[in-house]
């Protein structure tokens, strides 16, 4: 994804596994933005910081890019009191959740 690129919210929707009404609730954002309004600001900073993380985790674990989606979505991070990493974007932290993947790479956390 290049830089200042726009991401279509029903692409992400599709590789993400999420539903118009979850990536809504993620993003915090009304239904109807996700549908009608594809350049939202706030919807696609949410969806930008996911692909983030994502390459993040598939760059330090050498891993396809489809483990970096599961571990964003479904896996707890402890570091985190058990919030997923999806969580944390949707609440604003996606540059933690960069750290804290920064720290295990350079070997820091783990």
């Known amino acids: 994804m290049a830089s200042g690129a726009e991401?279509?919210?029903g692409l992400f929707m599709a590789e993400f596994r999420l539903t118009q009404e979850e990536l809504a609730r993620f993003a915090k954002v009304d239904q109807a933005v996700v549908v009608r309004s594809p350049h939202d600001p706030t919807l696609q900073a949410?969806?930008?910081d996911c692909h983030r993380v994502v390459a993040m985790m598939q760059a330090i674990s050498g891993r396809p890019r489809a483990y970096g989606v599961n571990w964003l979505r479904d896996e707890p991070v402890q570091a985190f009191r058990g919030s997923t990493a999806l969580e944390l974007v949707?609440?604003?932290r996606g540059g933690t959740v960069i750290t804290y993947l920064e720290s295990i790479a350079?070997?820091?956390v783990g």
Do not use: D, L, M, Y
């Open 7 to 9: 991401v279509s919210p």
């Open 46 to 48: 949410f969806i930008k």
């Open 90 to 92: 949707s609440q604003g």
């Open 106 to 108: 350079a070997g820091f």
